[in-house]
């Protein structure tokens, strides 16, 4: 230790592990630490790690992020948090991390900080034109929305730039540690004791800061390689790699990730190309654990559409007075069936031969007004996504009664907005939750869990079907043995093999009572499900702040004529 350390040995801490070496500097002073965290530098670069604990550490940090994403607009974003033991609540996100193409990465430990965070913490996440690369980074931002009613804003999932960079890459593994080894040529140590560790502990350990560090320095690293790499059309090099200083640089890596910034990565299987055009399987890489369905609704919330969902075709009663305007399907459904005919092609007009059930009551109504085929928050009109205002899951269980007329509630909005309005929905899902002690559909309130015992005779049973002769004679004959105990015999036959594939391995729960179920339930019976869906319909204008609703679209829509039904469906009433 160099003289001055030892001056000041009694306010520094030093170690060194893995070869890396870091100086603490604590007793209420500013984290600094300076390590050097990859194999070889992506550019030549100072590399150095701010831990972050408190509002004035942030702020004295933030100008120098700021300052490294003027030119390039991207940060490695990755977040850690102490793993739910069975039973448990899950912890909220204990660390962030930001990491820059500079070297500068900063470690914010969100479970030191006080009740709220910095504005200018705020404002950097939710900011779209700073990209936020990383693996199920989009899940990070569902988490930090839950938890800390953060917005996780220019999300960019690096498996979906891996999918437009073919035939440079092979990639084994399309989880952050196998992008890292293909790409960067760097082992990350995903140690379980490390990743499952306690991240909400006084002191991070040295082996903590550097897995926090290294996942999200990588994850910018990999990054700008796979964009150099799709413009050069090779792997970069250490001239090509200078490309993201270039002028015209950051315009073309936004060309890159069109239609990907904060979409969900899909979990299902795909396939990756290889450098050799050979197809590697890949399945789910990220070892955090997502909620089932956060997860379901974010894969089917970008399922865009082009074509138009308003038609304004209108229907008339018998004597002309229009009914309301509906979509050409339903138009041409009433000539079909002979219970209408055409008055006009433009717009299609159909003239009905029955008097209908009933008549709206003026010409200020919702349903006779024509509606443009554009997002409600922002005017966008290329695609579209619907977005169902009261969720599904809680309108099913409604009276059919609040069932009927719910095209009031079904609106039109572009993929991000969609992305996040789904974010915010997700935050008051968990808010009913705790309220309602209705749980989400996770842990012991699912419907169903799997038998590990029965998994493991099927799986076994499976290995056995397809790679029998390929399996090592030890390891064959351990899962011969597994099948053969699960059914009491001495040997195996194909028969055998075949029922143990067509077991059924969940367990059902007879008790299970679905989330959507028991909010409707507890609110119906305080305080009355018009309040519940009036919630929701306020709910997005306050956190989106629609600037394109169609006309008499009402947080009160048709609740004078279910008031009375309301009253009588309320047991109770706060």
């Not at 437009?164 to 196998?178: D, E, H, M, N, T």
């Not at 009160?556 to 279910?562: F, G, M, P, Q, T």
Request: aromatic share 8%; proline share 4%; glycine share 6%.
């Amino acid at each position: 230790m160099t003289s001055s350390l030892q001056v000041l040995s009694r306010y520094l801490t030093v170690f060194v592990t893995g070869g890396i070496t870091a100086f603490v500097i604590a007793r209420g002073l500013q984290k600094l630490i300076t390590v050097s965290l990859t194999p070889k530098a992506f550019i030549k670069r100072k590399e150095k790690i701010c831990l972050v604990t408190s509002l004035d550490e942030w702020q004295s940090i933030y100008p120098e992020l700021s300052e490294a994403c003027t030119s390039v607009r991207v940060v490695g974003l990755d977040c850690e948090w102490v793993p739910a033991q069975d039973g448990d609540v899950q912890r909220p996100v204990a660390l962030l991390q930001i990491a820059c193409h500079t070297g500068l990465c900063i470690l914010i430990r969100l479970c030191k900080f006080p009740d709220f965070l910095p504005p200018t913490l705020s404002a950097f996440l939710a900011d779209r034109s700073i990209l936020k690369a990383g693996v199920g980074v989009k899940e990070d931002g569902s988490k930090l929305l839950k938890d800390y009613g953060i917005v996780l804003r220019g999300c960019v999932d690096l498996r979906h730039v891996l999918n437009r960079v073919r035939g440079i890459y092979k990639i084994r593994s399309p989880g952050l540690k196998g992008l890292s080894k293909s790409v960067l040529n760097i082992t990350l140590d995903k140690s379980i004791f490390i990743r499952c560790g306690n991240w909400e502990a006084d002191v991070l350990t040295p082996e903590q800061v550097k897995y926090a560090a290294l996942d999200a320095s990588v994850g910018v690293d990999i990054f700008l390689h796979l964009i150099v790499a799709k413009m050069t059309a090779c792997k970069p090099t250490g001239s090509s790699l200078q490309k993201i200083y270039e002028p015209g640089f950051w315009k073309r890596t936004l060309s890159v990730c069109q239609g990907v910034v904060d979409v969900a990565y899909s979990y299902k299987q795909d396939r990756l190309l290889d450098s050799d055009g050979v197809g590697e399987t890949s399945g789910k890489s990220r070892a955090k654990s997502v909620d089932v369905g956060e997860m379901s609704a974010a894969v089917r919330s970008y399922s865009t559409r082009q074509s138009p969902l308003y038609h304004n075709c209108k229907l008339q009663a018998p004597d002309g007075q229009q009914l309301c305007t509906c979509d050409e399907k339903k138009a041409n459904w009433y000539i079909e069936k002979e219970l209408g005919e055409k008055v006009c092609d433009d717009p299609l007009t159909v003239r009905l031969y029955f008097e209908p059930s009933g008549r709206p009551d003026s010409g200020r109504n919702y349903y006779l007004q024509d509606k443009e085929n554009i997002c409600v928050v922002c005017g966008h009109s290329n695609t579209y996504i619907r977005k169902i205002i009261v969720p599904h899951e809680y309108r099913k269980f409604f009276p059919f009664m609040m069932k009927e007329h719910s095209s009031h509630d079904v609106l039109l909005l572009c993929p991000p907005c969609h992305a996040k309005s789904s974010q915010y929905d997700s935050l008051l899902r968990q808010q009913l939750a705790d309220r309602c002690d209705a749980p989400l559909d996770s842990g012991t309130g699912t419907r169903m869990r799997q038998d590990s015992d029965l998994h493991k005779v099927k799986s076994a049973a499976k290995a056995l079907k397809q790679s029998r002769d390929k399996l090592p004679a030890d390891r064959r004959e351990v899962l011969e043995h597994t099948v053969k105990t699960h059914f009491g015999v001495m040997s195996l036959t194909e028969e055998l093999l075949e029922k143990a594939l067509d077991l059924d391995t969940r367990i059902y729960n007879s008790k299970y009572v679905p989330h959507g179920q028991k909010v409707v339930e507890y609110i119906r019976q305080r305080e009355g499900l018009v309040s519940f869906e009036k919630m929701w319909r306020q709910h997005f204008l306050d956190t989106m702040n629609p600037q394109f609703l169609p006309l008499y679209w009402s947080v009160d829509h048709n609740h004078e004529r279910l008031a009375q039904f309301d009253d009588q469906t309320s047991d109770h009433k706060c």
